[in-house]
């Protein structure tokens, strides 16, 4: 990390969390933020659900909520990028404060409640990305909608010709009822509208579906199955939880979901469970807690195809994309592995 970056980091937590955020979101927009100097590896290049990756580190949805800074998030050497969540009409949110950072625990609470400009907005920026990249967008529902489900085809619909992927988003616990929609019946029907938009595409594209981690086995093996039935491209693993479990943070009692360390193993046993589920067959996206090379690789060989992060930029600036690449090239050079693909859940059970 560059003094530069140091300085730019220490300003930023001195500024409310939310405010911090959308001055380090004005900054990259407007050229000021140290981009890191991207690492390149063939070992790294790898296969999402037909998406082909430069490398297997994502931006998670929420740090770009609307699109604003896509050039600089893609230069700055992620394999693919995920902005929003995107809703049909756009909302304010849930009151301030409602994001808070636990620096004792490497973590975040947040409350947003999808907060964003609305789809047409993001949709305008996304006419106008960069050609190079990987951009895929997280689909939600406004929190009045009386029809969630016709929310996210309404989105993808709008959205989509600008997209190279979607993710609809069930797993988050900011907006009023929204994860009961991972139950099986309301599974079914709205990835149903989801997938009856994506078949009349012109480009059709993959469709993620974000879960939570607070899900039991027997949640986690309907969840599969309906993924599975629908034709679904691949499974983010996880959305942020509501456990508080082994938090030393003051703000830990704060309502709303925890990300960061907290939240790794967590997440990596969901993960590893949904890929013994679905025997490898359908690809997963490992989320929740990453911040070293050995955390993005653990998600690997616990089942993931990619990971992403975002928590921890907060604490470790952007020239984290770069340290956590070169390191999980070495590593998985000293295991003998050529591909991100060959390691792709090689110590699975571990984590069972």
Known sequence: MSLFEKAGLAALRCLDPEAAHAAALRALRLGLAPLPQPFVSDRLRCNLAGLALDNPLGLAAGFDKNAQALGPLVRAGFGFVEVGAATPRPQP????????????????????????????????????????????????????????AADFAQVLERCAAHLDFATVNVSSPNTERLRDLQGPAALTALLDRVMTVRSGLVRPLPIFLKIAPDLSDDDLAAIAEVAQAAGVDAIVATNTTLSREGLHSPRAAEAGGLSGAPLFERSTRVLARLSQLTDGALPLVGVGGVATAEQAYAKIRAGASAVQLYTALVYGGLSLVPEVLSGLDALLARDGFATVAEAVGSDRGAWL
């Open 93 to 148: 949110g849930n009151p301030r404060p409602r994001l808070f950072r636990l620096p004792e625990d490497s973590a975040v609470i947040n409350r947003f409640g999808f907060n964003n400009e609305g789809a047409d907005v993001i949709t305008s920026r996304l006419a106008r990305r960069p050609q190079a990249g990987v951009i895929g967008l997280n689909l939600g529902a406004n929190k009045d909608s009386s029809d969630r």
